[in-house]
């Protein structure tokens, strides 16, 4: 490896961070050499939390962890000094906290008459067992840009499963078949306990606070160059030849362009997409704006690389329908502990041992989640704070006349008060709901063709690598940590050509025991 070689990384995503410390860590290169370009105040990505317990606090979305899986997350992390407990790493705080803290949802799904449904039975018929075996079993070539809906009857789609299922990973019945297969063999361990949720693992705090902040102080202290308000506005790559060689970055901070020329031994990671590009929040009074990639730049780059070249994959088919990939959530901070201990006594979870309970007959199709308190490192002993979302933001709601993307925050809470027949000025007497729009937020999802998905280092790339949940890697699924934590060690060890073995994707799904649980579930 070259002494002088430095790398630059496109995004401060959960991908090009670990991608930095695979580099430090593992590669030997010296945290000085590489920079993170971000074209927002603050780092992560859409690993967010912010806000405060006065103005009220915000987080677009909480991700779900397992132990059983996330093994290059879990490797980096073990790696990652703690910032609360001395002589301890995220990972080992995170496991014990989860030791303590056990997910067993006792409420996963509750009907229109707050009624706490049994959903040990999956609810399939014959014909559903048949289908959904067919589209497990069946090859991606088969598969292709098929929809699930394209392997599933609407029948399925009422099911227990259905509704367990698709509001735990945010499935859309549009959404694509090859997505939907790979999270079957992916969580077939958690196929037999979706009802509660016993494999769900979560982080102490929210995972801006879990996982980003420690890994960027970690970086910080490696001497990491972090340049936030600066976007990369093009890649300019060399001609002659079939080898892709990017000789330029041009970026644009407080107004001012700037050229920085990349050597040949010179790396450029590009975080390519974004999940949570042009997301609002609301307040309230007030509904979030409704935004596209028009007003916002993070589509802008991809497209830009890619237009002509096949080979670095085809933004249109993520980005494209805003209808079919939004969807809103909804922060809301408590000044007491009201409506905490009236779903605990509901659900007969203490928060944080729940996980989502889920409103099956709501228009708008919400959930909700108490995570353990404090979810966030800054927040007060009197301070609660929960989390909810909608799959179908778009739909007219149950007690509010109009759909939940219209809706500000004083429309949502009364939204949620009437499914469990709270009284609104009771339990909400001191709460602040902060709505969310997300026009992109399953985008990944979006059916697609093999090629839409750039290669994480295209065929004859030299120095040029995407980062991201846009690109294509065997096995695993987006819309996980794992994933681009997965993708950026994959990126690393080729470049750096380091012979360190990657950890394997745990195949559970090929054991005797998680088939035949899973056998057993289906037919319950």
């Given at each position: 490896?070259?002494?002088?070689?430095?790398?630059?990384?496109?995004?401060?995503?959960?991908?090009?961070?670990?991608?930095?410390?695979?580099?430090?860590?593992?590669?030997?290169?010296?945290?000085?050499?590489?920079?993170?370009?971000?074209?927002?105040?603050?780092?992560?990505?859409?690993?967010?939390?912010?806000?405060?317990?006065?103005?009220?606090?915000?987080?677009?979305?909480?991700?779900?962890?397992?132990?059983?899986?996330?093994?290059?997350?879990?490797?980096?992390?073990?790696?990652?000094?703690?910032?609360?407990?001395?002589?301890?790493?995220?990972?080992?705080?995170?496991?014990?906290?989860?030791?303590?803290?056990?997910?067993?949802?006792?409420?996963r799904l509750i009907d229109r008459n707050r009624t706490i449904l049994d959903v040990k039975s999956m609810g399939f018929s014959m014909?559903?067992?048949?289908?959904?075996?067919?589209?497990?079993?069946?090859?991606?070539?088969?598969?292709?840009?098929?929809?699930?809906?394209?392997?599933?009857?609407?029948?399925?789609?009422?099911?227990?499963?259905?509704?367990?299922?698709?509001?735990?990973?945010?499935?859309?019945?549009?959404?694509?078949?090859?997505?939907f297969k790979r999270y079957l063999h992916r969580f077939m361990k958690e196929f037999s306990r979706i009802e509660t949720l016993a494999?769900?693992?979560?982080?102490?705090?929210?995972?801006?606070?879990?996982?980003?902040?420690?890994?960027?102080?970690?970086?910080?202290?490696?001497?990491?160059?972090?340049?936030?308000?600066?976007?990369?506005?093009?890649?300019?790559?060399?001609?002659?030849?079939?080898?892709?060689?990017?000789?330029?970055?041009?970026?644009?901070?407080?107004?001012?362009?700037?050229?920085i020329s990349i050597q040949s031994e010179d790396l450029v990671l590009f975080q390519n997409g974004s999940m949570t590009d042009a997301?609002?929040?609301?307040?309230?009074?007030?509904?979030?704006?409704?935004?596209?990639?028009?007003?916002?730049?993070?589509?802008?780059?991809?497209?830009?690389?890619?237009?002509?070249?096949?080979?670095?994959?085809?933004?249109?088919?993520?980005?494209?329908?805003?209808?079919?990939?939004?969807?809103?959530?909804?922060?809301?901070?408590?000044?007491?502990?009201?409506?905490?201990?009236?779903?605990?006594?509901?659900?007969?979870?203490?928060?944080?041992?729940?996980?989502?309970?889920?409103?099956?007959?709501?228009?708008?199709?919400?959930?909700?989640?108490?995570?353990?308190?404090?979810?966030?490192?800054?927040?007060?002993?009197?301070?609660?704070?929960?989390?909810?979302?909608?799959?179908?933001?778009?739909?007219?709601?149950?007690?509010?006349?109009?759909?939940?993307?219209?809706?500000?925050?004083?429309?949502?809470?009364?939204?949620?008060?009437?499914?469990?027949?709270?009284?609104?000025?009771?339990?909400?007497?001191?709460?602040?709901?902060?709505?969310?729009?997300?026009?992109?937020?399953?985008?990944?999802?979006?059916?697609?063709?093999?090629?839409?998905?750039?290669?994480?280092?295209?065929?004859?790339?030299?120095?040029?690598?995407?980062?991201?949940?846009?690109?294509?890697?065997?096995?695993?699924?987006?819309?996980?940590?794992?994933?681009?934590?997965?993708?950026?060690?994959?990126?690393?060890?080729?470049?750096?050509?380091?012979?360190?073995?990657?950890?394997?994707?745990?195949?559970?799904?090929?054991?005797?025991?998680?088939?035949?649980?899973?056998?057993?579930?289906?037919?319950?």
């Amino acid at each position: 490896m070259s002494i002088n070689r430095k790398a630059f990384m496109i995004g401060s995503g959960i991908g090009s961070l670990a991608a930095a410390a695979f580099m430090i860590r593992d590669g030997g290169v010296p945290g000085s050499h590489i920079t993170i370009f971000e074209a927002l105040p603050v780092f992560g990505g859409s690993l967010d939390g912010g806000g405060n317990a006065k103005s009220g606090y915000t987080m677009r979305g909480g991700r779900m962890l397992t132990t059983d899986n996330y093994e290059c997350t879990w490797e980096l992390f073990k790696s990652i000094p703690s910032l609360e407990h001395p002589g301890k790493s995220v990972y080992d705080e995170t496991v014990e906290f989860n030791e303590v803290m056990k997910s067993c949802s006792k409420a996963r799904l509750i009907d229109r008459n707050r009624t706490i449904l049994d959903v040990k039975s999956m609810g399939f018929s014959m014909a559903d067992r048949t289908e959904l075996l067919a589209l497990a079993e069946s090859s991606e070539e088969k598969l292709g840009a098929t929809r699930i809906t394209d392997w599933l009857s609407p029948e399925f789609f009422t099911t227990n499963f259905w509704y367990m299922w698709s509001t735990t990973f945010a499935f859309q019945p549009w959404h694509s078949a090859v997505e939907f297969k790979r999270y079957l063999h992916r969580f077939m361990k958690e196929f037999s306990r979706i009802e509660t949720l016993a494999g769900v693992k979560r982080t102490i705090y929210n995972q801006f606070d879990s996982l980003v902040r420690p890994l960027v102080s970690w970086l910080t202290a490696q001497q990491v160059q972090f340049r936030r308000g600066c976007t990369v506005t093009d890649i300019v790559l060399g001609s002659g030849g079939d080898s892709i060689q990017v000789t330029e970055l041009k970026t644009i901070e407080s107004g001012h362009t700037e050229t920085i020329s990349i050597q040949s031994e010179d790396l450029v990671l590009f975080q390519n997409g974004s999940m949570t590009d042009a997301s609002t929040f609301g307040s309230m009074s007030q509904a979030p704006d409704k935004r596209t990639k028009a007003d916002s730049n993070g589509w802008a780059l991809w497209e830009k690389l890619a237009a002509g070249r096949p080979e670095f994959g085809n933004p249109a088919a993520f980005n494209s329908s805003i209808a079919e990939s939004n969807w809103p959530s909804f922060t809301v901070t408590l000044s007491d502990r009201v409506f905490f201990d009236k779903m605990e006594n509901l659900s007969g979870n203490k928060a944080g041992t729940g996980g989502l309970v889920t409103f099956k007959d709501s228009n708008w199709y919400m959930s909700i989640v108490l995570a353990h308190q404090p979810h966030y490192v800054s927040q007060p002993n009197d301070v609660q704070v929960f989390w909810g979302y909608a799959l179908h933001g778009d739909r007219v709601g149950n007690f509010v006349p109009k759909p939940m993307s219209d809706c500000n925050g004083e429309e949502i809470l009364r939204e949620l008060s009437g499914h469990l027949n709270f009284d609104q000025e009771l339990v909400f007497s001191k709460a602040n709901c902060i709505p969310c729009r997300m026009p992109y937020i399953t985008s990944m999802f979006m059916p697609r063709s093999k090629s839409d998905r750039p290669l994480p280092i295209p065929k004859n790339s030299r120095n040029l690598a995407f980062v991201s949940q846009f690109v294509e890697i065997a096995d695993d699924v987006v819309f996980i940590v794992e994933y681009s934590v997965r993708v950026a060690q994959m990126v690393v060890y080729q470049l750096l050509e380091i012979n360190r073995e990657i950890p394997a994707i745990s195949r559970h799904d090929k054991t005797t025991k998680v088939k035949f649980d899973a056998l057993l579930k289906a037919f319950a």
